[in-house]
């Protein structure tokens, strides 16, 4: 249902763009091209949290409190993009460091805990360029690991996370081959399963990020 709300806001925000510049005369700039850049910024989520253990007779998934998590971010982006007329298309990968920690410890039971140390994207972008503005929606595939902890019993595990990823921002030529960009990106890994002394699943593991960057254009 989210996914389904940002793609619909970024939809309706790409059509007005897109129809303003239709009706706008086409500048010199063009957004072809190369170009890499960093950024930085806020992430946040929220993940849910059950448990059970089969050898011990407790063969169904119970609740085991939901995990918050938030952190600063920044990282390195790099992509190409080509444009006809206001039409500006292309891919873009970036990588984010981040620090991603939350625990249950608000739920009766063993403590457990969950840490996200990066997150790495490959997407498509696709954008309205008008003036030296390029409006655009972004999405693709996402990956990252989690760590996840039983701080109770000392004991942790790492798993390999693999989702997709939706967004949109806009980018300003700054001149001179420099770009600024402002950018949200939501990130779903649906459910993973680590393996401690018992079963204990992340359900709905999600983040929000919002973040600036600057970009440089061969």
Request: proline content about 1%; overall charge neutral.
């Given at each position: ?170 980018e300003l030529a700054l ?44």
């Open positions: 249902m989210r996914a389904l709300v940002i793609a619909g806001l970024i939809f309706a925000a790409f059509a007005n763009v897109s129809q303003a510049a239709e009706r706008s005369s086409v500048s010199g700039y063009n957004w072809s091209g190369f170009y890499v850049g960093a950024h930085v910024g806020r992430a946040w989520g929220e993940a849910g949290n059950s448990w059970r253990n089969i050898s011990a007779g407790y063969p169904n998934w119970g609740p085991d409190g939901d995990i918050s998590y938030s952190s600063t971010t920044g990282g390195l982006h790099a992509g190409y993009l080509w444009q006809q007329s206001w039409l500006a298309y292309g891919i873009e990968g970036d990588f984010s460091w981040a620090s991603l920690k939350g625990d249950d410890s608000q739920f009766a039971g063993y403590v457990n805990a969950l840490e996200i140390d990066y997150i790495g994207t490959i997407r498509a972008r696709a954008g309205v360029a008008y003036g030296r503005s390029l409006v655009y929606a972004t999405g693709g595939i996402a990956f990252s690991s989690i760590e996840k902890k039983d701080l109770t019993n000392g004991r942790s595990v790492s798993n390999d996370l693999v989702g997709w990823t939706l967004g949109g921002g806009y001149g001179k081959g420099l770009r600024g960009r402002i950018e949200y990106q939501y990130v779903d890994f649906g459910s993973v399963v680590s393996a401690l002394d018992y079963d204990h699943r992340a359900d709905g593991l999600s983040v929000h990020s919002v973040r600036g960057g600057l970009s440089y254009a061969f």
